[in-house]
DNA sequence: CAAGATAGGTCAGCATTATTGACTTAACGG
DNA sequence: CCGTTAAGTCAATAATGCTGACCTATCTTG
C-alpha cells in the first residue's frame, strides 16, 4: 500500500461533481462544526467510561444513574427521570440492576414516606470514582491544553445549549428535579 | 401545593446524612461539572433535532449519517463507519432506509468500482437543512449570549476532548476516514 | 375520615440501535 | 491467478428506550 493513491476506504474529495457548494456564510460553517464538535466529544468524552463499564457488563444507562445519585445522594426516583428523561420503565430495569448488585441504596424518606432515597453505598462509590477518573484523566488534559479562559468559555457555551431547569442546576440553584 | 414544603418528586438536600463530603479540590468540582456540562448540553442538543426526526420515523442514527454524508459528500461507506464508530451491520440499517427512502443516494467510485460513494439526493438536503436548521437556532443562541470569545474558548475545550483523527477531520486537516 | 393525588413499582409487549460471527460478491493489485 | 479489500447480507443477541395498564402505599385536602 505505497501508492500515493487513497487506500480505498478513505475518503476521497467528490469525484466528478463541483466542490459541494461552498458554505453560504461564515457563521453556517461555524456551526456546522459546532455539530461536529459536540459529536466528537461526547463520542469519546464517553468512550472512555464505556471501557471501564464493559468490565463489568454495564452500560452508559448505569453510569448516568451512578453520577447522578452520587451528585446529589437523597435523589428521588422521580427526579433522576425528569434529569435523564426516560421513561419509569427504562429506569426500573437500570436502577433494579444497580440495588441487586450493591451499587445503590434506597432509603424511605423520613418527611414523606412515599420517597426512596437513592444513594450510593460504598461499592457504588467507588464504582462511581473510577468511572470518574477515567475522564478526569481526559478532562484534565483538555482544560490544561486549552486553559483557564477557554475553560470559562467552554461552560459559557454549554450552559447556553441547555434548557432553563438544567442552566439552574449546573449553576446550583436549582433543584435536581428542574433539570 | 402552596405549602413551602418541597412537593415530593423534588430533590431535598440529603434528609440526616452529613452534606455529603465537600469536593475534595477545586478542579475535582470543575471536573465534575464538566460532566454534568456535557451530558446537558448534548442532550438537549440532539432533543431539538429529534423532535424533526420523529415526525418522519427516523431517528438519531439516521441524522449522524445524512450529517456526515452531507458534509462529506462522496464519503465512502467504510470512511462513514470509522467516523459512527458503529459496525456495518448497524449502519447497513440506517443506510438501507435512507436509500430507499431516496435521502441518501449511491455511486461506485470512479477509480476504484468497489467503492459506494455516499452523496445526498435534494430530498436528503432538504432534510438534512431542516435538522439543521432546528440546531442552529439554539448553537446562535448559545454563541450569541456567549461571546465570541467564549465560542474560541468552547471549541479549543471540545478539540482537546476528542481524539486525534476526529482533531484533525474538524480542523479540516484529516481525511474523514481517521475520525 | 374519606377521596383524590402522588411516588413508586411492575407486567407485557414492542422499537431502535447497537453487537458478533460467518459468509458472499465484486473489484483491485501485484 | 491469488490475496486483499469494499461492501452487502444473514442470523442471533443485547442494551436501552417506549407505551399502556394496573397496583400499593402514603400523603393531602375537603
Same mark, same amino acid.
Given at each position: ?57 454495564? /452500560? ?63 461499592? /457504588? ?39 432553563? /431547569? ?7 440553584? /436549582? ?5
Amino acid at each position: 500500500m505505497l501508492k500515493p493513491k487513497p487506500g480505498a476506504d478513505r475518503f476521497v474529495p467528490p469525484p466528478k461533481l463541483p466542490p459541494a457548494a461552498p458554505p453560504l456564510d461564515l457563521s453556517e460553517a461555524q456551526m456546522r462544526q459546532a455539530q461536529d464538535l459536540l459529536f466528537f466529544a461526547y463520542r469519546d468524552f464517553t468512550n472512555v467510561a464505556d471501557k471501564v463499564l464493559e468490565e463489568l457488563g454495564l /452500560g452508559r444507562a448505569h453510569h448516568r444513574a451512578l453520577h447522578f445519585i452520587g451528585r446529589n445522594p437523597g435523589l428521588t426516583v422521580s427526579a433522576l427521570l425528569h434529569i435523564l428523561r426516560i421513561t419509569k420503565q427504562s429506569l426500573a430495569r437500570v436502577l433494579n440492576l444497580l440495588v441487586e448488585d450493591g451499587y445503590v441504596a434506597q432509603a424511605p424518606g423520613y418527611e414523606d414516606r412515599r420517597l426512596r432515597l437513592l444513594t450510593l453505598t460504598d461499592k /457504588g462509590k467507588a464504582l462511581e470514582r473510577r468511572l470518574f477518573e477515567s475522564q478526569r484523566n481526559l478532562l484534565s488534559q483538555a482544560y490544561l491544553q486549552a486553559g483557564p479562559e477557554a475553560v470559562e468559555g467552554f461552560r459559557a457555551v454549554m450552559r447556553a445549549l441547555m434548557d432553563q /431547569g438544567a442552566r439552574a442546576y449546573v449553576d446550583g440553584t /436549582g433543584s435536581a428535579e428542574d433539570a
